[in-house]
């Protein structure tokens, strides 16, 4: 995408005080069963439907008062997701990546960081994410990420990534499937 | 969309047997409150993410023991949006349209439909989402869609268009929002 590009943590931690700072996370579990009964869904992947029509990822602007960037990005994840998310939370070993888009203004860098929950804490908090504070305002709905590809070679994933995504989003998504090896083997 | 015609309700209940059946809703309720604290929400519409990655409306194939194409959509409701869905059910009034695709097969004639519900109907529908049968199976999520255009002119419906979605879905819904006066005015 243009204008977004990657860069390291710590030339993200040295950027001036005109750049904002935001953390988003991609939350998996494994097993969430079988579609039809025999497409194995391999990993319950969420992200989210935003307020401006795009998917992200659940997270957002770090605060000064927040003290770290994961201290903001737990802080979000509660107030967009929902109690569900103080079951859990995450810390430095969880971070993967930095993006930096300089415009249109304000400059951000969205830090990305991905956890694996049981598969009980991802449905307590799919089960929970009506009763978050961002509910229905700067989040529209949760939602999986089909890792499958349907015998039409479209449906599933495919067409999934032909949805508007947020900043470094789709990238961001791609990367972790790969990183993980989430994706349908072969 | 290609191959997508437009048909009335008489000419598709000629359709013979080669053709199957379909019904979606869309469910909406008024003001469910604002953005940011200024931006009017006007009403929730409830859109989801399916199984294939694309967005549509909830409802599916009518079977032939439904005995009516309504009674075969407050089925697929049940199925698709779980318990929350028995306090209400759709009827022939709220039928609004009807669209063949005849190309790829299945022949399929899917019929639209519209239902305002209360607000406590929507949030009690969202509430329970999680618990229906299709939940993470068939359906991936569901998605409130943005009527609102944020101040860079994209974010908020335009943005939420460009979203890939099934059929005649994103046609019904424009159609829809237009035609009940659920924009923006001006
Ligand atoms: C009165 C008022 C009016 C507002 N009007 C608007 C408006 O018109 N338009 C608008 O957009 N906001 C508007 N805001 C929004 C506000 O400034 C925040 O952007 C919004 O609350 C979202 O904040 P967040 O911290 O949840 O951020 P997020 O949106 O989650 O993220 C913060 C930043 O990171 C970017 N980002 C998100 N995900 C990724 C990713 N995966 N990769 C890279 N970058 C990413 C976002 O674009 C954003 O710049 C308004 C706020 C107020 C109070």
């Not at 998310?85 to 304000?106: I, N």
């Not at 908090?125 to 229905?136: Q, S, V």
């Amino acid at each position: 995408m243009a204008g977004v590009q990657r860069i390291s943590l710590s030339e993200a931690l040295d950027l001036g005080p005109s750049w904002r700072h935001a953390c988003h996370a991609l939350l998996y579990a494994p097993d969430p069963g079988r579609l039809f009964g025999c497409i194995p869904l391999r990993y319950a992947v969420l992200m989210q439907m935003r307020f401006d029509g795009r998917l992200g990822f659940p997270g957002g602007f770090v605060d000064p008062q927040d003290g770290s960037l994961e201290a903001g990005l737990n802080r979000e994840l509660l107030e967009e997701l929902g109690e569900g998310a103080a079951a859990f939370s995450l810390g430095p070993g969880d971070y993967r990546s930095s993006h930096a888009t300089a415009s249109p203004p304000p400059r951000v860098v969205a830090h990305f960081y991905v956890k694996q929950l049981t598969l009980d804490q991802v449905l307590a908090l799919e089960a929970g994410a009506h009763r978050a504070k961002d509910h229905g305002l700067e989040v529209l709905g949760l939602v999986r990420v089909p890792l499958y590809t349907l015998r039409d070679g479209v449906g599933g994933l495919p067409a999934f990534l032909e949805n508007s995504f947020i900043g470094a989003a789709r990238d961001q998504l791609m990367e972790a499937l790969q990183g993980l090896g989430l994706l349908e083997p072969g």
